[in-house]
């Protein structure tokens, strides 16, 4: 299998540069209350049997539902994918930095209506900075959206915009 051992999840990821929140929700502690809405617990799907994709190992973080999300680590740094235990074939790169990843999980809970002076509390409690900019972001273009894919489409162009300031900072 191409994961990394249960047994060995929880010492890898620390071994990461992943801050005090990520890790705490992979570890099943939520560092806000309302962030259960992006994880249904800690990985089982893939410690029970469920194939993960191919390509570099994958140490899982959490379950979302009938997802899984990961991270891998590349020979150019993190990959943090998510893919459907019903098709681990179908990976997607959800981002490749830890803010980038901040980024879909608040794009996730913005999409859920939670109140802004909630979304601004819990980007405090996983010390996600680039929350402001991302409303911004997203108020300025949304009424741009005709359809579903342009809102796909800005998530991956605001993401990768994430990713780049991260790696460099």
């Known amino acids: ?13 620390r ?20 962030l259960w809405r992006c994880q249904t617990g800690t990985p089982l ?13 994958l140490i899982p973080l959490w379950d979302w539902n009938d997802w899984a999300l990961g991270v891998r680590e590349r020979p150019d740094g993190l990959e943090f994918v998510r893919f459907s235990i019903e098709r681990p074939d179908e990976v997607e790169c959800l981002a490749r930095t830890e803010a980038g990843l901040w980024a879909r999980l608040f794009d996730a809970l913005y999409e859920d209506d939670l ?14 900075r680039d929350w402001p900019l991302q409303l911004q972001s997203r108020d300025a273009a949304e009424p741009d959206w005709a359809d579903g894919s342009a809102h796909s489409h800005w998530l991956q162009a605001w993401t990768a915009a994430i990713d780049a300031r991260a790696a460099t900072a």
Not at 120 to 125: L, N, Q
């Open 1 to 13: 299998m191409n994961v990394v051992a249960e047994s060995e999840r929880l010492a890898r990821l």
């Open 45 to 57: 799907y893939v410690y029970r049997g469920a194939e993960v994709p191919a390509g570099p190992v």
């Open 115 to 128: 109140e802004l002076d909630e979304l601004e509390a819990i980007a405090g409690a996983v010390e996600y």
């Open 15 to 34: 071994a990461l540069p992943l801050s005090p929140a990520l890790l705490a929700m992979a570890e099943g502690r939520l560092p806000h209350p309302q």
